[in-house]
């Protein structure tokens, strides 16, 4: 089944320890994004892969980081994670940037 | 660079039409549309890739005005599973802008 799984799906953690959400897709798709989506401001991205071992900051890439080492995976780290990175996000791939997009199931973060 | 939608909330009795527009003051070369359900990731509506390009599928279409820089989708006689949020998105330079999405809610 063509699908993009994110683990965890809930997470609970504490300002400044560090953690990393992975994002997997079966669909051998090029471009990878990831979004945190707040009340009110829709889905914003944060961070995308055209393809392997090339990335660039969406529109609110601060306090994050990514890797794109092989093709279906892209996980999204954050290093130092403060209470204002308390949302949900969703790790989506496509064919290209102008394509289809499918998106994860999402992970729901606490940061406390 | 993020498209705004309108209106930001609709509430509908089922069998009753809604209209959702997008709109960017930037040019558009591409418009897609989504929909969430409360708990869910978004699905993929359709895309439009060219000026005056209509599209529709069941009881959901939608038109995309390029030299408007604007695009609306039309939702026909709607169904209770019609509820969610809807979100117009489009590219620019290879990053992604999604509109702050319209909530829709179909009563019976």
């Known amino acids: 089944e063509a699908q993009v799984t994110q683990n965890p799906r809930y997470l609970i953690t504490v300002t400044g320890k560090k953690l990393t959400v992975t994002c997997s897709q079966n669909?051998?798709?090029?471009?990878m994004s990831w979004y945190r989506q707040d009340p009110g401001l829709g889905l914003r991205q944060i961070y995308y892969?055209?393809?392997?071992?090339?990335?660039d900051k969406g529109d609110v890439p601060e306090g994050y980081k990514v890797s794109r080492k092989e093709k279906r995976n892209f996980p999204l780290i954050l290093e130092s994670p403060s209470p204002n990175q308390t949302s949900l996000y969703f790790c989506a791939s496509s064919l290209g940037s102008r394509d289809t997009q499918y998106f994860g199931p999402g992970t729901r973060l606490t940061v406390l | 660079q993020q498209p705004v939608q309108s209106p930001q909330a609709v509430i509908l009795r089922e069998g009753e039409d809604a209209v959702i527009n997008c709109s960017s003051s930037?040019?558009?070369?591409?418009v897609h549309w989504y929909r969430q359900k409360h708990g869910e990731a978004p699905v993929f509506l359709m895309i439009l890739l060219k000026g005056g390009e209509q599209k529709g599928h069941d009881k959901i279409s939608a038109s995309f005005n390029e030299k408007k820089q604007q695009s609306s989708l039309y939702l026909t006689a709607s169904q209770l599973s019609y509820s969610g949020t809807y979100f117009c998105g489009t590219e620019t330079f290879n990053k992604f802008y999604f509109g702050s999405g319209t909530k829709l809610n179909v009563k019976p």
């Open positions: 930037k040019a558009l070369y591409s």
């Open positions: 669909m051998n798709h090029e471009y």
């Open positions: 892969s055209m393809n392997v071992e090339v990335t």
